[in-house]
């Protein structure tokens, strides 16, 4: 079996782990109970209440989407695989296994007094996952250099400083969310969004950044 | 990597999700309880009284295999991708992710007076995915042309009318279901059926349909 | 795309099918509660007293194993799909996907005095994954012979007599069931165990029979 | 298709149920209840009392992770496969798939005074694993032989050496555990994290024990 196959398999076993966790979120989500005698608008509002929760679907399943895309493009600069690898690329997918439960947690006490709390919590999570992204990023240089010979170094450091920007990111939204959860919250969604649309320009931009 | 491994790549990620969320399906189908001192009649018609449940688990995972085989013919079309398109196709796959919701709420209360609301609901989740695959369908032609040359602008165009008329159906559905719930999902029903019917009977007598 | 291409991705989509629902037999298996002041003997009797559900997720592992393994070597037999087919394997992977609810049903009541009605329940789906199987068999052949031109006519008619088989036994256990459930079930594991065992020493016997 | 390809199938079949198995474990991470009228500093002292919860996850997904690097290595010992096998690494992925529910009865008890069961069962688990893990084993070598001639005879035995190294550890820990819980526990972590580190440390400084 050559270093493509296995690196074919680190990231099929990956996305296995993305889709399941992006997918489980929806057990999250709780059909409300309708009680007797209520009128049509107040079954829709009864419906509408769940926004919480639709809100913590939304983040964390564009959260696994944006993850999913950029280990895509990490992965390509690879081209062969260490043992180190291997596991500090299963501590990732442990982080993101773990996004069902702060989003569940977010879910049910955004819309409460313990708001600060959740977010505090849900933002801990992301701080998590980027520093797993940095402990996979250093794994693909030590022991062994897995990237490919043909990627700069400008690219490399670029992704880095990416990394650590992320991880500035999570740190200030987390200490912020514990006195102003909802700016904290309204932050990770807004960094979500940016880090979407800058992502599709760049790509569009610059043609040559794929290798 | 070439272009033809990540659309691959994409393909069985998007596969992973649409078996996920088929089979999760099924966690809405409860046991029921038997009390003691029932006859067996009796508990044969417990197990009957699941029917709302059985029928939105059929509903759902037909609509989930229907999507699965356009998913598969749109995909053979392309011969490379863009980040838009990465994106686009999470965007579907979220709103594919979210079908066991309104199942769920369907099968709670398609055989309640609040039956109008569930299939209201229902059939906008529909609507959703169908939206959804416009912008899928879109994010093919820009910003960057990912369809193979040889595919016929007639054959693009077909594809694109299907899609619009899905979007009209539901949007009739919807409306309808308000007053007329049972007509508004026997019309659900109808239309998955003739689409597998029609879509067998396609393929088997155009067999240059296919690139 | 070839056809050699699309046979792969029905397989693996199939494969996640089988994988999920195999998985999420686990999910039935719950924790005791183990009330305070009990023995450590009270609490391994606790804990034993799990039996009905353990053995249910025995054997419907078991089942699903079995028709992976079959799956797979059937879908060895062909060099083409057909829309038809698409949809038979995935009303297949629909009756399969069900599993976990008489599983669940078996679970619950095998040990009271409605396991004939549970027995009876899962016979009946087991009838019914071999009844999808036969459809998945005909789709082979109709409207498109898509099995190779090497496979002999014999084997064909083998593979068809032992699902026909397979209908008989499980018409037979489900109506042995209404009145001797325990053999009833002992009869469905002891099909399973020997199908195992049958298959194993045939395919070390005739190595030819691999297409 | 190739053995080649039989091989890749049973590998991404495997990968699907570790990838499922590792995700579902997240499922036995609860929402606490946050009632009215707690301070913040009570909401965070009720997170950190799920620790019984967040360690026995941490626990299984190293387990699993651990299982999986193994098996992807020992699979690439192989260059054909046979049905024996099949049902073999089918026997492998049961045990496999019923780690959640051990993890489930570890992570409800540790905490109480029926540690010591809970942890004998999940002991037992892990036990059960390692013998799947030797079935899976001879099964590579009765009644086909199945690995690549070029594989050493030392190799070969250093594997099942470790294999019953294994089953000898899980005995005593079980044993153990009885009396001695908490320490049955830290040896089960203990050995999980040995593993971890002496697999990475082994793997950079023999380069050729790939094969």
Redesign the interface.
Known sequence: ?TDKNELT?V???S?????????????E?K?PI?E?G?S?GD??KK?AEGWPSYLA??LS??TI?II??NH?FAI?LLNKI???F??AN?FL??TI?????PT??LA??ID???A??AVV?YSLACLLINLAFLVWWAAMHR??YLIKPEVTKARVKGILSQLWMGVGIYIFTTLLSFWFPVIGIVLVIAVDILW?TM??L???MKKEVSV
């Open positions: 079996m398999r990231e099929s076993f996305d296995a782990v993305f889709a399941i966790a992006g997918t489980l979120l929806v057990l989500l059909v309708f007797s209520l049509r079954v829709w419906l679907f939304l399943f564009g989407l999913w895309v895509h390509r260490s043992k180190s291997l596991y299963g997918l442990l296994t773990l996004i069902p439960f569940a947690v049910k006490y409460t007094k313990y600060s709390t919590f022991p062994v979407i992502s599709i760049e790509r569009e």
